[in-house]
């Protein structure tokens, strides 16, 4: 069974430049999470898709993030413009139902903002 | 609020020794349920152990054990016989009552960077 797929694996940008970070979760788990991991610290969610709605959005920074999962699927995390703070690593997960105790966990995006 | 404090950034242990890594936390909610994930440096979370709060028995999982203590809020992980891939960063993790929608995500704590010695 293949695992939780996220590209790229690195990326290094400007202040104020924009990214965009891609993931395919595991098939047929409905449930997509973003987290933002800041060295040093724990995963934070961002924001949780099931299907193709959003649950949970509440500490995403609207002003400049945003994600979307049109088809149910693959799903993209956007920033624009791009803080020095916005530099970490960023973390894509799935599971089956939103209540399952395990979430599988993508290797991550390392973002690096100068 | 959820909150999950881990106070040791780092721990060593000597291979095929038991290592306990502590967790405390802290929530309002009636029910919850604990977590623990391990890091490796290649970077993607695993999912080890889940304990839920009403849970009569501590949760095992192979060598690994949750020692919970619902008085003292501790949700400790026992990892017996440590190997060398053992080494890695330890994330303690809670989730509220699955009634409440914001509820339903996982708070981490910052975890703390276990080193197997051989």
């Known amino acids: 069974e293949a695992g939780v797929a996220q590209s790229p694996r690195y990326k290094i940008i400007e202040k104020r430049q924009s990214v965009a970070f891609w993931c395919n979760p595991i098939s047929g788990h409905a449930t997509l999470y973003w987290y933002q991991q800041i060295l040093g610290q724990g995963p934070k969610l961002l924001i949780q898709f099931q299907n193709n709605g959003v649950v949970d959005d509440s500490q995403l920074p609207k002003d400049r993030f945003s994600a979307e999962r049109l088809k149910g699927v693959d799903s993209t995390l956007k920033i624009q413009p791009a803080k020095l703070e916005d530099s970490a690593v960023y973390l894509c997960?799935?599971?089956?139902?939103?209540?399952?105790?395990?979430?599988?966990f993508g290797p991550g995006t390392r973002l690096t903002v100068l | 609020a959820q909150k999950i404090t881990q106070t040791q950034p780092g721990m060593f242990v000597q291979e095929k020794e038991a290592v306990t890594l502590d967790c405390t936390y802290d929530?309002?909610?009636?029910?919850?349920?604990l977590f623990w994930y391990k890091q490796p440096s290649s970077g993607e979370m695993i999912f080890l152990i889940y304990?839920?709060?009403?849970?009569?028995q501590n949760a095992t999982e192979g060598r690994y054990s949750l020692n919970f203590q619902k008085a003292r809020k501790s949700a400790n992980l026992v990892i017996s016989a440590s190997q060398l891939g053992d080494s890695a960063m330890y994330f303690c993790?809670?989730?509220?009552?699955?009634?409440?929608?914001?509820?339903?995500?996982?708070?981490f704590g910052s975890g703390t960077q276990l080193t197997v010695l051989p």
């Open positions: 993790a809670m989730r509220g009552d699955l009634s409440s929608g914001s509820a339903r995500q996982l708070t």
């Open positions: 929530t309002s909610d009636p029910s919850y349920g």
């Open positions: 997960a799935s599971s089956f139902y939103s209540s399952d105790n395990e979430q599988f």
């Open positions: 304990q839920g709060s009403y849970d009569q």
